[in-house]
């Protein structure tokens, strides 16, 4: 009877300690997941009137980032100017592609701390007279601005066809997704990659669909979320409860195409309804419901630089490069799983 004793009365004990720890514990995650905003003031960027981006304006456009603290400001910025309005603090969260990646490399203390798109999903369109992608040996094509996560594609889909960009194709940067296509249809380049709703402006100018580069499945990204070392460590509920609004938004964003599609008319300035779904039908299906940072996209971004330009990529290590602290325990708190996320 004695032995039965002190066997039964240890788990006992050990079930009592560990509910304490339990609860101890429970009550520290629940503040730091559920702490009001350090800042809730902020501004978030983005950088094309592009589908891509349509969590982002539904997180906005349904109230979500209200509901979390935060009173969002939205502003539309080039990606290098978003990474630098980041980095002095003029805007507290980037929403693009590799420019943070470039900005780290050259001693900028910037990390990524989610994504929402990290493979490239556009398409590149040529001129009535071209009709493959190898008719652009010894022609132009557009892009937007030099490391952008369109520059990446372009490149990468020119590579995957044969042709050596700023060789075989040249490269002209026009700024902008609607300024590729300008360019396109006014003769000034022999293609352009674009991005919905540009796409399907262009097939209906009649231009040739040459790379679906979304079913390339190439790594990158495409729609990451990032700030400053310093933004991160001083502001963590900000940063909790931006993740949040943009996981609601990612999640209402596939579930109801309606208000998707009405952010998307809005933000892309879009008028006519078949534009509107086939900007959504692009891009619904490459909105990731996970909000982590893949490493396969971080690594596929240092094969991607000039090694000219960025000799300290090859020795640089990928990890340094984001946080998935904060996803991590989104994830733990069962708050993105509550969402039908991971």
Do not use: C
Not at 81 to 89: G, K, L, N, T
Not at 278 to 283: R, V
Not at 290 to 296: F, N, Q, T
């Amino acid at each position: 009877m004695d032995r039965h004793r002190i066997v039964n009365k240890t788990p006992r004990w050990s079930v009592l300690f560990a509910l304490m720890l339990s609860v101890a514990s429970g009550r520290s995650f629940a503040a730091e997941l559920g702490g009001k905003p350090e800042k809730t003031d902020v501004v978030v960027t983005y950088a094309q009137p592009s589908g891509a981006f349509t969590p982002i304006w539904v997180a906005y456009e349904a109230g979500l980032f209200k509901k979390y603290g935060l009173n969002a400001s939205l502003q539309l910025l080039t990606p290098q100017v978003s990474a630098q309005a980041v980095i002095s603090e003029e805007a507290d969260f980037y929403t693009d592609g590799p420019d943070l990646i470039n900005a780290r490399l050259r001693g900028g203390q910037v990390k990524y701390f989610g994504g929402t798109m990290q493979q490239l999903v556009f398409q590149i369109w040529g001129a009535k007279e071209i009709k493959s992608i190898k008719d652009l040996r010894g022609k132009t094509i557009a892009a937007s601005t030099p490391r952008a996560a369109l520059d990446t594609a372009t490149r990468e889909a020119l590579k995957k066809n044969g042709l050596a960009p700023d060789k075989d194709v040249q490269i002209l940067y026009v700024q902008s997704v609607p300024a590729i296509l300008s360019s396109v249809l006014g003769g000034k380049t022999s293609a352009g990659t674009l991005s919905a709703p540009n796409t399907l402006k262009a097939k209906e100018a009649g231009l040739n669909l040459l790379v679906d580069v979304g079913k390339l499945n190439i790594p990158a990204f495409q729609v990451a979320y990032g700030t400053t070392e310093k933004y991160l460590k001083n502001n963590p509920n900000t940063v909790y409860a931006f993740l949040k609004a943009i996981a609601e938004g990612v999640v209402m964003s596939r579930k109801d195409p309606a208000i998707a599609k009405k952010a998307i008319s809005k933000y892309g300035k879009i008028d006519d309804p078949a534009t509107v779904d086939g900007t959504y039908e692009a891009f619904a299906p490459y909105w990731a419901m996970s909000l982590a940072v893949r490493l396969e996209a971080i690594r596929a971004q240092f094969e991607y630089l000039d090694e000219k330009e960025f000799p300290s990529a090859k020795n640089a290590d990928p990890k340094d490069f984001f946080d998935n602290s904060f996803v991590d325990s989104l994830a733990k708190s069962g708050f993105l799983n509550n969402l039908g996320m991971k």
